[in-house]
């Protein structure tokens, strides 16, 4: 995903994620592997996870949004992110977060969800 700037103030909306954490990659196929029941395409492809943080002591927090605020699942989505990270091996703690701002737009899809979605 892009990197999203306020454009008033030019300063980024949400802090990049820790790519270069040795979990990070374990982290990002966890949260490939949960759905939003009505999209057949998982909430990374989505971009529905916007910032991934992982610390040195194994405590991850993941920063996430929904498609939309009225979504019927927006009370358990963050835990179903939870559910996936926390049984990873060097995470001690997760905590997922749900952000509206930057909202969510299908320009933050990546182009494998486009491709399953149709909209290429």
Known sequence: MTEM???????PLIAPSDTGHPLYENIV?????VYDPEIPVNIYDLGLIYTIEINDQGEV????SLTAPGCPVAGEMPG??????????GVKQVDVELVWSP????DMMSDEA?????FM
């Open 5 to 11: 700037i306020d454009p008033i103030e030019g300063t």
């Open 29 to 33: 196929e966890a949260c490939r592997s």
């Open 61 to 64: 927090r993941v920063l996430m």
């Open 80 to 89: 179903w992110v939870a559910e996936a990270i926390e049984p990873l091996e």
């Open 103 to 106: 909202p969510w737009g299908m």
């Open 114 to 118: 486009r491709l399953e979605l149709g």
